[in-house]
């Protein structure tokens, strides 16, 4: 069964650091991955995805993600991270073809000091 | 277009009840999936709908249970409830390319 873990379970940053969330799942074949952010009190949206293509993906907010195949990792990267990006990050990955059955990560909580 | 909504938004009920949550997908969605979110597990899947068919199961009691109408507005229902139901209970549509899903807010479900 596919599994996606990720690295770190809470992160803390001052505004305008960089951040860089890692995500790796376990599935060997093709993959569709994204990633969802949950701000506090809010339901879960889509922060950008990746299905095949470039391997750099932008979404919204400034935020972008690599997909290193070899490495089976979907990593969340932001140059300057503001107190509005306070929330709880989450990997998933679907297998291509399919679409659902989703399989989420546990979650990575970002906390931005002002 | 509006979004998935879910409802009720909260729910408290006691051991051995049962509940019954509902979800309106996107107008249009035909796939309806719905997950238990707990901060120690995490989102768990619990199962799919596609056309009024569950196509997709995750790794839950029987106790949960759900179905899809005609009109893609899912239902999702819990029998003999215990206190580890208690969980914000989150769908998700997508269109019939399904590649995306959308939440909604989610019913927050307590059992006492």
């Not at chain 2, 409830?81 to 969980?87: H, M, P, R, T, V």
């Amino acid at each position: 069964a596919q599994s996606v873990s990720q690295h770190n379970h809470h992160v803390i940053l001052s505004e305008a650091a960089s951040l860089e969330l890692g995500c790796n799942y376990s599935y060997g074949g093709t993959v569709n991955l994204f990633w969802y952010v949950q701000y506090p009190g809010q339901h879960l949206q889509l922060l950008l995805k990746y299905f095949s293509g470039d391997p750099l993906v932008k979404g919204i907010k400034g935020f972008e993600a690599e997909f290193i195949k070899s490495k089976f990792s979907f990593n969340l990267r932001k140059p300057s991270v503001q107190w509005s990006d306070t929330a709880e990050y989450f990997c998933a990955v679907t297998r291509d073809n399919y679409g659902q059955n989703f399989v989420f990560g546990p979650g990575t909580r970002l906390s931005v000091l002002p | 277009k509006a979004g998935v909504t879910q409802t009720p938004r909260y729910l408290i009920k006691t051991r051995g009840q049962q509940v019954t949550l509902s979800c309106s997908p996107i107008s249009g969605h035909r796939s309806v999936s719905w997950y238990q979110q707990t901060p120690g597990q995490g989102l768990q899947f619990l199962f799919e709908y596609f056309s009024e068919t569950q196509r997709n199961k995750g790794n839950f009691p029987g106790r949960f249970s759900g179905r899809q109408f005609s009109n893609s507005r899912s239902e999702m229902n819990v029998s003999t409830l215990e206190l580890g139901d208690s969980a914000l209970y989150l769908c998700a549509s997508s269109s019939r390319g399904g590649n995306i899903q959308y939440f909604g807010a989610g019913t927050r479900l307590s059992v006492l």
